[in-house]
């Protein structure tokens, strides 16, 4: 791991005995990355010239924060990177993706089909509708009651007011549904269900998408790269309840995994940044589950279904 790669925020230990203006900071003290300093790209030179400007030199340091609160800056050879306190772990092995990346359907000219998103070599899929979260308070209601209490005929006929991404609708109701990422209520509910249709509850890969401003792909340094149509990914793996802990590195956003499977490829989710629902696919018996669990709202769909719609609940 190349210190170069440090971000605001990370975890590092100090190696080796550092002099910091008479102060002495030992070998394995821990800090957290303030400013990891700035870094010479040699692409920015020819701009930098063309602006009669000289390119910038790299930081002389990174600067990090003591337990103390106290604040210095050291070597850049003196610091490394602490693994993050989480029940999932990079996993070097991509092959482990393998199974369902041959599996997902390609992109249509007319949309992305849900079985570009989820492997389709499944006997069914279930769309999982994300909550809209009500102002103040944050209260979860689900698509059906949103669509009732302001005169909507149906989910669909609400998804379809979309505009500019719901804002003219968010505004008039006061709430929205979550974008891209499992509110954790409706995350531990999939992940009640789905522990039971699996013989590998404790051993489940887990992809997580590379473009979370606060989940910084080498927080999880030898993690494999994965690669889906438009998106890229690093593994980890770990029990399934792992999904549950957010695997960003600040409290600013909590997303939990995009994609994980169980190794017995029982079933896979995948939840889409850019949409407010989430795809399970597995055999019938778990999607008439997830159906039939009062604290989720589930439309049984197909894999040939536009994907970026969404569809009537059961």
Known sequence: MATRDLWPGADVRLVGNQRRRSRRLEDGTHAVVVDPGRHHITS???LYHAAGQRPQRPGRGVRIRLDNG??????????????????????????LAEWWLEQLMPWGVEGVPVGSLVPSGFPAVGQVLHP?????????????????????GSVGELDQTRTGFMIPLVNEIGASPAEGE?????????????????????????AVWEGWGDVPPQRFPGAARISTPGR?????????????????ASRVRSPVAGLWWPVDR???????????????????????????????????????????KAHEPA
Do not use: K
């Open 132 to 152: 809209w979260l009500m102002a103040p308070d944050g209260q979860a209601v689900s698509w059906r009651e949103v669509a009732q209490t302001h005169g909507y």
């Open 266 to 308: 029982a079933w896979f989710v995948a939840t889409e940044i850019d949409f407010e629902w989430t795809f399970v696919a597995g055999d019938e018996d778990l999607i008439d589950a997830l159906v039939a669990d009062d604290r989720l709202e589930v439309a049984p769909t197909r894999f040939d279904a536009a994907a970026n």
């Open 70 to 95: 106290s604040e210095v800056i050291v070597p850049r050879r003196a610091v490394e990177l602490v693994a993050p306190d989480h029940p999932l772990s990079p996993a070097p092995d991509g092959t």
């Open 44 to 46: 920015f030179s020819a």
């Open 232 to 248: 890229g990914h690093f593994l980890l793996r770990g029990p399934l309840r792992g999904v549950l802990h957010s695997v960003a």
């Open 182 to 206: 499992l509110d954790e209520a409706t995350a531990a509910a999939l992940v009640d269900v789905l522990s039971e249709a699996t013989s590998t509850p404790n051993d489940v890969c887990v």
